[in-house]
């Protein structure tokens, strides 16, 4: 009991809540009994590391809820879905219904419109101008070329459909998504074949008729989601005289093309893409246009028809932005994560070529 | 380099538990360090754990009474998610070329050494704490780190009065007391 009232006493003595009197008469034991002295010494230091404690745990809590708050209103992003899995559970269970209506409806209004785009939509109408999509003819010719030659390799084109037309796309995402030309997927499926002539079917996502991008999504039990995506995409314009390179698919292969990038604008002064002078042939629509650290600067989309070597492509940045509403408008997708790392800079370009090659696809559409 | 007026005011706020301050020094500097650790081969997640390291290592430096921040708190911040994301490599065995980034960073190697200490202690009283067992160890959380008084603790804790609830909080003490300073002796 002695040791409670004693260490009570040390405890008020600490804090200053003795009486000046009370206090003296402390400070005389401490002097006179060095057990005493040292008790206090001790339980000081021990209170001392307690309080660094405690404001250690504090400020521990308090920046664990602004960087709730932040993300809550939108100052940070971590780059997907924060709400947590059974939130969304409950929530589904909850409007399974109206969801079932609205995407009937949607799917309604989606064949009705993509009816209308093989119909009648075009993003190029100036005669001058040559989309690099590749016609019908040309891909069924291919094609039965292919099936000549590997037999083993069935297509994934469903048997009452036929091919409409064809042009070259690159993932953006490890979970198999993939950008192309809005004009490429003249249809209401597609196929993709990778580098090694393996198909792959595909969903079409998102398309943007006016920049010209459309957004595939690999949907097939043989695709396995690759480990990393190799280059970047470049958030900012990239200047007069970079050098330039290409990977599509004009014919069955994989083709390679290089050049340098001619003017800041496209095609009449379109600020959506850039000039670039390139050898680009119908088939490569919708291939990645990298500069020489194997950064993509652009979607390679049509070129002009009387001059030789005028291509235009489409400025990368569009790809943030399509992605960015995309995420935002349909939440039962997977959020898109663009890749963030490169892993080309400073490589001969053969090697290059070899890493990147695997992400580059040759996209097939088709339809009735 | 010294620190303008207003950087003086927000870890002025900072040492004070104010929380305007804290938000907007997170604010402005989280985005930096993600994008960092995200393009050095780290996670989201990852991102936000060192952040929050290096803000409580600020606010650790806030505190003293010779404080002065010679940087701006931009670089200050780098510097120390910096050094803390190359040890975080090292130990995970990722380490592979050093970290690039063009920002400025300053020399932070004492106050890191500083922090890594009190860190230590920490995690000492933490587990410490953790081994006490229930009540004595919310009895010692109400009393020293909540600072709530004895009747309040009593009457929380359904002691019939203070005095009850002072002698349990006493016998608690003594095992927490030699719980910590056997391990902090060692650690010394």
Not at chain 1, 194 to 223: R, Y
Not at chain 1, 235 to 254: A, Q, V
Request: charged share 25%; glycine share 8%; net charge neutral.
């Amino acid at each position: 009991m002695d040791d409670i009232l004693l260490l009570d006493a040390i405890e008020r003595y600490l804090n200053g809540e003795m009486g000046t009197e009370e206090q003296e008469h402390f400070n005389q034991l401490r002097k006179n009994t060095p057990e005493i002295d040292q008790m206090v010494v001790e339980h000081n230091m021990f209170l001392h590391q307690m309080d660094l404690y405690a404001s250690h745990r504090n400020i521990k809590y308090s920046l664990h809820d602004i960087h709730a708050n932040l993300l809550n209103r939108g100052d940070l992003n971590e780059g997907g879905a924060i709400s947590s899995k059974g939130k969304i559970i409950q929530f589904w269970n909850k409007y399974k219904r109206v969801t079932a209506i609205a995407a009937s409806v949607g799917g309604v209004i989606a064949l009705f419109i993509s009816g209308l785009t093989v119909y009648f939509s075009s993003a190029v109408t100036d005669p001058k101008l040559e989309q690099l999509g590749k016609d019908l003819e040309a891909v069924k010719k291919n094609q039965q070329y292919q099936g000549t030659i590997i037999n083993e390799v069935k297509t994934k084109i469903p048997l009452n459909a036929r091919l409409l037309s064809g042009g070259s796309g690159f993932l953006i995402d490890t979970k198999g998504y993939i950008v192309t030309n809005a004009h490429v997927l003249k249809g209401t499926g597609a196929v993709v074949v990778n580098s090694k002539g393996q198909e792959f079917n595909a969903d079409i996502v998102h398309i943007d008729l006016q920049k010209d991008l459309a957004i595939l999504k690999i949907k097939d039990i043989d695709f396995t989601p690759v480990k990393t995506i190799p280059y970047t995409i470049q958030k900012s314009n990239s200047d007069l005289g970079e050098e330039i390179f290409t990977l599509g698919y004009p014919r069955n292969d994989i083709v390679y093309g290089m050049g340098y990038l001619s003017a800041k604008t496209g095609f009449n002064g379109d600020s959506l893409s850039y000039q670039i002078q390139i050898s680009a042939n119908p088939g490569n629509s919708g291939g990645p246009v990298f500069n020489k650290n194997g950064d993509i600067i652009g979607v390679l989309s049509t070129r002009q028809a009387q001059a030789d070597g005028v291509s235009f492509a489409v400025k990368s940045r569009n790809i943030y932005t399509i992605i960015g509403d995309l995420n935002k408008s349909d939440t039962s997708l997977q959020p898109i994560k663009l890749p963030t790392k490169s892993a080309l800079k400073g490589m001969e370009r053969k090697a290059q070529i070899h890493k990147v090659e695997d992400c580059v696809y040759y996209v097939k559409a088709y339809g009735r | 380099m010294k620190g303008d007026t207003n950087e003086q005011t927000l870890l002025k706020g900072l040492a004070n538990n104010d929380s305007k301050a804290i938000e907007t020094i997170y604010k402005d500097n989280f985005n930096m360090v993600q994008n960092f650790i995200l393009n050095n081969s780290g996670s989201y997640d990852e991102a936000r754990d060192i952040f929050q390291e290096a803000m409580i290592a600020l606010y650790e430096k806030a505190q003293l009474s010779s404080f002065t921040l010679t940087c701006q708190i931009k670089t200050y911040i780098f510097s120390i998610c910096k050094r803390l994301w190359l040890k975080r490599l090292q130990q995970l065995g990722r380490y592979t070329s050093p970290v690039d980034g063009f920002e400025e960073t300053v020399s932070i190697e004492e106050d890191f050494e500083e922090h890594e200490k009190r860190n230590a202690e920490f995690a000492i009283m933490d587990r410490a704490l953790n081994s006490l067992g229930e009540p004595c160890k919310s009895l010692l959380e109400g009393y020293y780190l909540k600072k709530m008084d004895m009747i309040a603790l009593a009457a929380e804790f359904g002691y019939t009065n203070a005095d009850n609830a002072k002698n349990q909080k006493y016998k608690c003490l003594m095992r927490l007391k030699k719980l910590f300073f056997s391990q902090y002796n060692i650690g010394e």
